[in-house]
């Protein structure tokens, strides 16, 4: 089992950059495929992008496609979201947790606290 601890968010200019970090904890992380998911309240929880176990594959939404990217450092045991050229719809509380769909469906537990974004206009 995975535990996962999510930092980095905060309030940014639509434009700007911030990089989310996931500390997790468990030994079957280095060997978990990985995903950053989002959610705005009232809205479901929406996948933004997956990192195989290895870290040789990404997955990414089509809305963040091109501006997000999704790293891991297995000997760190940590995951991250570097968000580039942020917009207003990107405001949302980030979650990491393991997804071994690849952004095909869900986790359906394992959830943190997450981490807030605001991008403001």
């Known amino acids: 089992q995975v535990q996962v601890v999510e930092s980095g968010g905060g309030l940014v200019q639509a434009g700007g950059s911030l990089r989310l970090s996931c500390a997790a904890s468990g030994h079957t992380f280095s060997t978990s495929a990985m995903g950053w998911f989002r959610q705005v309240p009232g809205k479901e929880r929406e996948f933004v992008a997956a990192?195989?176990?290895?870290?040789?594959?990404?997955y990414y939404a089509n809305s963040v496609k091109g501006r997000f990217t999704i790293s891991r450092d297995n000997a760190k045991n940590t995951l991250y979201l570097q968000m580039d050229t942020l917009k207003p719809e990107d405001t949302a509380v980030y979650y990491c947790n393991r997804d071994p769909s690849l952004g095909l469906s869900l986790p359906s537990d394992g959830w943190g606290q997450g981490t807030q974004v605001t991008v403001s206009s």
């Open positions: 990192i195989s176990w290895t870290g040789r594959s990404t």
